[in-house]
C-alpha cells in the first residue's frame, strides 16, 4: 500500500507533545483561502519555482517551447501551456525548480521515521499525520501505524474533520491524540472560506470526544473572519461542551508566511492585504478559554 506525501518534517514541537516527525499527506478536501499550504491541497505532483534561485540562464524558457518567459526578475511560467514543464524543471542545475509529491510505501515510510525513535521516546514526542488532510488516506495511515505501535510509538492525527464518520473512525481508533481543527462555527462562514459546510466537522468532533480519545482542539483567528468575539465565543462554547476529551486548546494566529508559496506555484494568492493576528486578538481569546477553565496554549 502506497501513499502520498509531500515532506516528512522532523524535529517538530508544534504537531503535539514532545519532539515529532510531522508527516504532510497531498490532498485536500477543503479550500481553506488562508490556507498557508496550497501546495497540499490538489492531490497530483506540483513544481514550485523560487525566482530568487533563479540565475536567468534562460535554460528552461529555451526548452519550453515559448510558455516560459525570461524576465529581468525571472522566470514567467505560463502554466496553462506549458506541457513540459516536468522537463524544464529538470535541467535546471540551481534548485529554482521544486517537485512537491512522493508517492511512498509503508515499510518505507515507517523506516524513516524509526530513525529518530531515541528522540521521541526522550521527549515524550511521536509521530504526527498532518497535510493536506491525512484522513483521506486512511487506510494508508492505519497501516503505518500498525507498524508504528510494534515500536511503541506515539502517533497523532492533525485532521480538519470533514471525513464520513465510517472512514475517520478507524483511523481515530488506531492513533492515540487527534489535533481538530475547528476553523469557523458559523456555518455561513465556513462554506464562504472554506468550500464546505461544517456540519460533519462538528458532528466528527463530538463523536471523537465520545470515545474518550484525547483531542487538541486548534482554533484559527483570522482578522475580518472569524476572530470577532461573538464567533470566538462560539468556538470555546463548543470545545468546552465536548468536555474532559478535549486536553488542549490551541489558539493559531493567521499569518502570511505561506503567501509566497501561491506565487511559487502561479497562483494569486487570495487573502489580499488582509493583516496578521494581533497579539491583542490572541490574548483576548486565550483569556477567555482560561476563564471557561480551557488550557490553552497560543502558537500551538
Known amino acids: 500500500m502506497d501513499g502520498f506525501i ?10 503535539g507533545p514532545g519532539i515529532r516527525s510531522s508527516v504532510f499527506a497531498i490532498g485536500c478536501n477543503l479550500n481553506c483561502k488562508w490556507c498557508s499550504n496550497p501546495e497540499l491541497i490538489e492531490a497530483y505532483p506540483k513544481i514550485l519555482y523560487h525566482p530568487e534561485r533563479c540565475v536567468k540562464c534562460g535554460s528552461c524558457a ?34 529554482a525548480y521544486e517537485h512537491i509529491g512522493t508517492t511512498i510505501s509503508v515499510t518505507e515510510l515507517v523506516a524513516r521515521l524509526l530513525r529518530d525513535k531515541a528522540f521521541y521516546d526522550q521527549s515524550g514526542g511521536g509521530v504526527t499525520y498532518s497535510g493536506g488532510e491525512p484522513a483521506l488516506q486512511a487506510d494508508f495511515f492505519i497501516e503505518t501505524t500498525k507498524l508504528l505501535k510494534k515500536d511503541s510509538v506515539h502517533v497523532a492525527l492533525d485532521t480538519a474533520g470533514n471525513i464520513p464518520w465510517e472512514t475517520l473512525a478507524p483511523l481515530v481508533e488506531a492513533v492515540d491524540m487527534v489535533l481538530y481543527d475547528i476553523k469557523t462555527f458559523d456555518n455561513t462562514l465556513h462554506k464562504h472560506f472554506t468550500g464546505t459546510d461544517n456540519a460533519l466537522i462538528l458532528e466528527n468532533a463530538r463523536l471523537i470526544a465520545e470515545m474518550k480519545k484525547s483531542m487538541i482542539i486548534r482554533m484559527i483567528l483570522v482578522p475580518g473572519i472569524n476572530d470577532n468575539i461573538e464567533e470566538i465565543e462560539r468556538r470555546l462554547n463548543f470545545v468546552s461542551d465536548l468536555g474532559n476529551a478535549a486536553t488542549r486548546l490551541d489558539i493559531l494566529k493567521y499569518h502570511r508566511l505561506g503567501a509566497g508559496k501561491y506565487l511559487r506555484l502561479g497562483l494569486q494568492e487570495p487573502m489580499g492585504d488582509t493583516p496578521e493576528c494581533s497579539d491583542d486578538i490572541a490574548a483576548f481569546a486565550a483569556q477567555k478559554a482560561h476563564s471557561m477553565g480551557l488550557p490553552v496554549c497560543i502558537g500551538g
Open 6 to 15: 509531500s515532506t516528512i518534517q522532523r524535529y517538530s514541537t508544534k504537531d
Open 62 to 95: 529555451a526548452l519550453s517551447g515559448g510558455t516560459i518567459r525570461l524576465e529581468s526578475n525571472g522566470c514567467v511560467i505560463d502554466r496553462q501551456r506549458c506541457t513540459n514543464l516536468n522537463e524544464c524543471a529538470a535541467i535546471c542545475f540551481h534548485d
